[in-house]
């Protein structure tokens, strides 16, 4: 039996939490990682400007301030409304995706934004979030036993799968892939056996060929191609991986300092405000600079975990793995992405990189974990549906 599993009979909280004790049992630490990690990014934004608030760094400051408020907001609701409504939000988000299949915003070559006048909203982004509470409400009421039979698993395939293909369509297949390997996550920590994992990896690499020939976009070829032989044109398709081989070389140890970065100052590098710019803090505060920030990010990383461990609830555990996981990958990917490990993809560096959806959803995310450390003595019944406050 997993060991998240629910296997012995619940014991429910005996009173409802007032808000002046939600708010006490924030996480503070949590909290003070989270905005250590964004006042890096806001000082590189700064730097990458020419050392002016204008453009993006004051901007990332204000959408912080309220992306901190939805945090303390969200940390302070009841873990069992987020249960509650976890297939009405999922649903309600999925929706967005097929409108904006319809009536996106088209921008950077893909149509991925619903433009609303004051702001442009990417449904791609908050469906990381729903699939993650789509999939734990699910899984929820599952047993071990449950999980083995492969009838149980149709229904959270479709909850991944048509996000996925309205996502791959637009297209993003960063997005995809985040949407798919938060999911994989899940899956294996709720107990699917391992040949199914198996079985599902073999039928994608053998599905390679078709992908490649009939569903991939030329520009993804090209990111394909450069990925393995960037060399081949330096100043064509292989300029973005190869100024950021300079620029993160370029840093050395400590650093060439703040604002007297080269190849961000003199505009080399491309999109260096946003999926580029960890090499930016690479060149201008060195191999240490990166340290301080992987740090940060690992004891963020490290406390979800945690919280997730100390949850009561097989709700709350799912929900904090799935999106502390998603955190997890974000980072992973960015920096192989712009280290050439892997192909460039445009998952942008939680926090840090430019982006008002992105800072929104991850501060949602993070809202979310906090819920379930401030619920984490709350257990929920099988069905979400009893013990209701």
Not at 185 to 198: A, D, N
Not at 358 to 371: D, K, N, P, R
Request: proline share 3%; with cysteine.
């Amino acid at each position: 039996m997993s060991e998240f599993s629910v296997t012995k009979p619940l014991k429910f909280h005996e009173r409802a939490l007032s808000l002046t004790e939600r708010f006490l049992r924030i996480n503070w630490l949590y909290l003070l990682l989270v905005s250590l990690i964004a006042s890096v990014g806001f000082v590189v934004l700064y730097s990458v400007a020419g050392g002016s608030f204008e453009p993006w760094s004051i901007k990332q400051m204000l959408r912080f301030v309220v992306g901190v408020a939805i945090l303390v907001m969200v940390a302070m609701t009841n873990l069992k409304f987020w249960m509650k409504y976890a297939y009405i939000i999922y649903a309600a988000i999925l929706v967005l995706l097929m409108v904006v299949d319809l009536f996106g915003f088209v921008g950077m070559g893909a149509q991925r934004w619903i433009n609303l006048g004051f702001i442009q909203i990417q449904p791609s982004e908050l469906m990381k979030i729903a699939v993650v509470l789509a999939l734990a409400r699910y899984f929820h009421g599952k047993t071990l036993k449950d999980v083995e039979e492969i009838k149980t698993l149709f229904a959270p395939l479709v909850i991944v799968g048509l996000p996925v293909l309205l996502v791959v369509k637009q297209p993003d297949l960063g997005t995809a892939v985040m949407l798919t390997i938060s999911a994989g996550v899940i899956f294996f920590v709720v107990g699917v056996q391992r040949w199914k994992f198996f079985t599902v990896i073999g039928i994608g690499l053998a599905a390679l060929p078709i992908l490649w020939h009939f569903f991939l976009h030329d520009y993804q070829k090209q990111r394909v191609l450069t990925f393995l032989n960037p060399e081949k044109d330096p100043l064509g398709a292989g300029y973005h991986i190869l100024q950021s081989y300079i620029t993160l070389g370029s840093g050395s140890l400590t650093g060439k300092g703040f604002l007297q970065g080269t190849q961000s100052q003199l505009n080399f590098l491309p999109e260096k405000h946003t999926d580029f710019i960890f090499t930016v803090l690479a060149e201008e505060f060195g191999l240490m600079g990166e340290l301080v920030l992987l740090l940060l990010y690992m004891a963020l990383i490290f406390i979800g975990f945690l919280i997730a461990l100390r949850c009561t609830s097989y709700f709350g555990k799912l929900v904090a793995i799935g999106l502390t996981s998603n955190l997890f990958f974000y980072l992973f990917i960015n920096i192989a992405m712009v280290t050439g490990l892997v192909p460039v993809v445009g998952i942008p560096l939680p926090l840090v990189s430019y982006g008002g959806t992105a800072l929104m959803t991850h501060m949602l995310a993070f809202g979310l974990i906090e819920c379930v450390w401030v619920n984490k003595d709350v257990a929920i019944g099988r069905t979400g549906l009893l013990d209701e406050d």
